[in-house]
């Protein structure tokens, strides 16, 4: 999974219990329970969400850590222009 490491473990449980939701959400169409079905679907949209958003925040940081690397490359000290933005 594409998360931060302080996020895996989280991320981890919110693939398990996506993973047990969808197979309820599986069991309740087969046996013809339509709205425990979509109760389950429900389940699963909202904990795939969550897990969404690990993965956004890792791409985020990595974006950040790209922009970084490159504004090193140039010569750039990223330390300087961080203290120029706070004192605004």
């Not at 490491?5 to 169409?29: F, N, S, T």
């Not at 979509?38 to 940081?61: A, G, I, P, Q, S």
């Amino acid at each position: 999974m594409n998360v931060l490491p302080q996020d895996r473990e989280l991320a981890e449980k919110l693939w398990g219990c996506g993973c047990i939701y969808l197979d309820r959400a599986r069991v309740a169409w087969v046996n013809s329970c339509f709205d425990d079905a979509e109760r389950w679907m429900t389940e699963f949209r909202r904990y795939k969400r969550d897990l969404d958003k690990l993965v956004r925040k890792k791409e985020e940081h990595d974006k950040l850590a790209e922009l970084v690397a490159s504004m090193k490359e140039r010569g750039i000290d990223i330390m300087l222009v961080v203290r120029k933005g706070n004192e605004q």
